[in-house]
């Protein structure tokens, strides 16, 4: 059964320092997702993705964040300077064509020290 | 009123006993309303959609109710592997387009 994947499973970074975070959605997904969720609470959506821009994103995702698919596959999320708060697990998820059904990776865990 | 919620839980519930619960939506421009569960430290898995004439998948039914403005969830005949969180989501359409998760209901079922 295809699956999204996220790599790396955790990173540990300094505050300060860019992280980026990449995502491989199923491969005929045309809508793709960044979530957050901080330790013992609910799940944040961050930003959808489609036909190569952002259609929607929260108040989260600031000028810190960006996105990007750089090639047929992959999806990235990039934290620019990373604060203490940024510490948290961030998911991908990806969605078919007219479907709101996501389905999500297994999350990387980001520490930020 | 927060903009989707639901009872944190924990439901204590014995194997094989049927459970339900609620999330319930401020914004009258949700389209769009599914179940998924989470299990500790993992990814939310689709569980359901939810449909407006209700949908049942084996053991699981959920149901949208519009004028009230609330989904349920019911369980039947509750397995051991039935505890997790189980996590409302919201999508809102309209001048900008949302996805709201709910806290989630902690379901622990007990042998």
């Known amino acids: 059964e295809p699956e999204v994947t996220q790599t790396p499973s955790h990173q540990v970074t300094q505050m300060g320092q860019e992280v980026i975070l990449r995502c491989v959605p199923i491969?005929?997904?045309?809508?793709f997702y960044w979530y957050r969720q901080i330790l013992g609470q609910k799940v944040e959506f961050l930003v959808s993705?489609?036909?190569?821009?952002?259609?929607?994103k929260s108040e989260i995702f600031d000028d810190q964040f960006s996105v990007e698919r750089p090639d047929g596959s992959n999806f990235t999320l990039k934290i620019r300077s990373t604060k203490l708060e940024d510490s948290a697990m961030y998911f991908c998820?990806?969605?078919?064509?007219?479907?709101?059904?996501?389905?999500f990776g297994p999350g990387t865990r980001l520490t930020v020290t | 009123r927060k903009e989707v919620e639901q009872d944190p839980g924990p439901f204590n519930v014995p194997e094989g006993a049927t459970v339900a619960f609620n999330c319930t939506y401020s914004?009258?421009?949700?389209?769009?309303f599914f179940w998924y569960r989470q299990d500790c430290r993992k990814e939310p898995k689709l569980l359901m959609s939810?449909?407006?004439s209700g949908n049942e998948d084996g053991r699981f039914t959920a149901q949208l109710n519009r004028a009230s403005q609330y989904i349920s969830l019911l369980i039947r005949d509750s397995k051991l592997s039935d505890s997790a969180t189980y996590l409302c989501?919201?999508?809102?359409?309209?001048?900008?387009?949302?996805?709201?998760f709910g806290k989630g209901t902690r379901l622990h079922i007990l042998p």
């Open positions: 998820a990806s969605s078919e064509p007219h479907s709101y059904e996501q389905y």
């Open positions: 491969s005929n997904h045309l809508y």
């Open positions: 993705f489609y036909n190569n821009e952002i259609s929607e």
């Open positions: 914004n009258s421009a949700s389209q769009s």
């Open positions: 939810v449909y407006s």
């Open positions: 989501v919201v999508n809102i359409k309209g001048r900008d387009d949302k996805i709201i």
